[in-house]
């Protein structure tokens, strides 16, 4: 799919706080090679370009990358396409390799976890964050279960366990790295539900991908009523603010 569809952008300022995270526990030192795989709009990657990191960002989608690349300016910020699996970049080449609930989206984690390895100097690190399980599972659940009964259940494999460290640690241990984690939290705050709704669901790049498939099936009045029926009933204030308490992982990986 391609995450240049519709507006990303309010997610995006949704995940800078965690993307602040990654980059403080990353220690950056000025000059060091940052590689920020699944880019965006370039959270991370401007965060490491402001701290004199050389940084790549490798971003598949080309509305975003252009995003990036107009952000930029005069930092030392290169922007490739490219993926957590297919990353144009030298063996060994990368001191920090960095995903902000990127790399979560690659279709073989496995495939994933090798190229990420190959690219990152014997002394290099990776940190990456992905959800925990929780609210944003629970509303995107609504809609995954709506989508399987539409299109009579799609084979998604065998899923992985992203936020699981032990999971992580059996990809990237075959490559000599030892995987550490906490969890952390991330609100994401809207000023209603039906804003929610517009703009972190029906125009975000996944919502454009799937709710016209719900919509063909005369499905999505009755999947929208009850996405908001939960944001109301359990994450809007008494203000009618919607806050959303998400948990997501931050694991680091070090040689
Ligand atoms: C939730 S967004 C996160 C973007 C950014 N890191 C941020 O902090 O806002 C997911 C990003 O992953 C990218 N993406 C999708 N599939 C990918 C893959 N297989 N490998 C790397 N990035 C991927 C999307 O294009 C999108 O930019």
């Known amino acids: ?10 997610t995006a300022a949704d995940l800078l706080p965690a993307a602040r995270e990654l980059v403080t526990a990353a220690n950056i030192q000025p000059g060091e090679h940052v590689v920020d795989v699944g880019a965006g709009t370039g959270n991370v990657a401007l ?3 402001d701290l004199g990191a050389r940084v790549t960002a490798v971003e598949p989608a080309a509305r975003l990358r252009e995003v990036i690349a107009e952000t930029a300016l005069d930092r030392d910020l290169t922007v490739v396409d490219g ?20 790399v979560i989206f690659a279709p073989d984690p496995a495939a994933a976890f090798t190229e990420l390895a190959r690219v990152a100097k014997p002394t290099g690190r990776i940190l990456l964050t992905t959800w925990q399980p929780g609210v ?6 609504v809609l995954i279960a709506a989508l399987r009964e539409v299109t009579g259940g799609v084979d998604m494999g065998t899923p992985f366990n992203w936020h699981e460290p032990n999971a992580l640690s059996e990809l990237l241990a075959p490559h000599g790295f030892t995987v550490s984690g906490r969890t952390l939290d ?8 039906t804003e929610y709704w517009d703009t972190r669901i029906a125009t975000h790049p ?4 799937t709710l016209p498939i719900l919509e063909n099936a005369g499905r999505l009045e009755e999947v929208r009523n009850r996405v908001l029926g939960m ?8 203000t009618g603010q919607v806050r959303l308490k998400a948990q997501y992982l931050l694991a680091t990986a070090v040689r």
């Open 206 to 209: 996944l919502g454009i991908e």
């Open 136 to 141: 944003l599972s629970k509303l995107v659940g």
């Open 186 to 193: 991330l609100d994401i705050v809207t000023a209603s539900a």
């Open 231 to 238: 944001i109301n009933d359990d994450w809007t204030t008494s």
């Open 83 to 102: 993926e957590a699996a297919s990353i144009p970049l030298p063996d060994s080449s990368a001191d920090v390799i960095l995903s902000n609930f990127a």
């Open 47 to 49: 965060l490491a370009a």
């Open 1 to 10: 799919m391609d995450w240049g569809k519709g507006s990303y952008e309010p």
